[in-house]
């Protein structure tokens, strides 16, 4: 006799069967959604130079630096051409930390003095460089790493820094002062993704090298190659008009209104945010500062239509 068990039983697993066939179904059209999304932005810069500023917790996080590099490797594949420039900041303390170098911070920039410049040359091209573009070339020969030394690509000149109205030598720091893209457009060219260290040789000292702010660095680059866009990776969500209310994250900021509030902002905020200004005020589209402590944040900031962080534009 067949019981009551034996007849449920096969309708139970047809029915789950059914269910799960119907969830991958709708996964599989959630994905579609998302890809289907991207549509107008891989036409907007299809072919277009992006310039990636990588910085912050992502450079230090083994997770994150993973996800950025997939992250250039599609933009690569879908047919934009990223540039990434980068700093970085905590490992130069650790490493000047560990030879025992003293070194400090003011007005918001590290004294960098002939000592501790050699640490931020071997820290920057020997070591960063190398990482960023070993993480991008596990899928394939894809990435070159770059210098600001190379081909005359940056050319510096020392800055100082004004403290309670006085100023303050700040040793080997310098502001990108002229750039020479050619060396990058022609990795470009050889459909390489060029990784940059924010590195400068000084015009005014033959010979001599420069520490200067990866963000601006950026920004001049992107300007130089005409980018379509300018992507500054850092360690919030955004830019607020009023912090700490994290009810005034900004979405988008025009460029005179920024110009406006810059002067108010965080000082860790307004290197970033003057790279924005400089880099529309020169000819780039867009500019936006993101969450790089969100993994995929460049795909979720470039191909969907609300973005990931506060974008800047043109007045």
């Given at each position: 006799m067949t019981t009551t068990d034996d007849m449920d039983t096969p309708a139970t697993g047809t029915d789950e069967a059914a269910e799960a066939a119907e969830r991958d179904h709708a996964d599989a059209a959630a994905k579609a959604e998302t890809l289907i999304e991207s549509l107008p932005w891989l036409k907007t810069f299809h072919d277009r130079i992006i310039v990636v500023k990588f910085g912050g917790n992502a450079m230090v996080n083994e997770e994150l630096q993973r996800t950025f590099a997939?992250?250039?490797v599609y933009l690569r594949y879908v047919g934009l051409r990223?540039?990434?420039v980068h700093g970085g900041g905590p490992q130069i303390s650790a490493m000047l930390d560990r030879l025992g170098i003293d070194s400090e911070f003011r007005g918001g920039y590290r004294v960098t003095t002939p000592e501790a410049m050699e640490v931020v040359r071997m820290v920057l091209t020997g070591q960063i460089n190398r990482d960023i573009v070993g993480n991008?070339?596990?899928h394939g020969p894809l990435a070159a790493?770059?210098?600001g030394e190379d081909a005359g690509l940056f050319q510096g000149r020392r800055r100082?820094?004004?403290i309670d109205g006085e100023e303050v030598d700040l040793g080997l720091v310098g502001d990108v002062v002229a750039v020479d893209p050619e060396g990058v457009l022609a990795q470009l060219a050889a459909g390489r993704i060029p990784v940059v260290s924010s590195i400068a040789p000084d015009i005014?000292?033959?010979g001599q090298a420069l520490n200067?702010?990866?963000?601006a660095a950026a920004a001049a680059l992107a300007v130089a190659l005409g980018a379509a866009k300018l992507v500054i990776l850092t360690d919030v969500a955004g830019l607020y008009s009023d912090w700490p209310?994290?009810?005034s994250l900004l979405s988008k900021i025009g460029a005179d209104e920024l110009r406006e509030l810059l002067p108010s902002l965080e000082s860790g905020m307004i290197p970033k945010m003057a790279a924005c200004l400089d880099a529309v005020d020169g000819g780039v589209e867009k500019a936006a500062i993101i969450d790089g402590r969100v993994p995929h944040s460049i795909l979720l900031e470039v191909f969907t239509q609300s973005g990931i962080g506060t974008e800047v534009v043109p007045a």
């Open positions: 997939e992250d250039m990223p540039v990434v991008i070339n596990k790493g770059l210098s100082a820094a004004v005014d000292d033959a200067v702010n990866a963000d209310n994290r009810d």
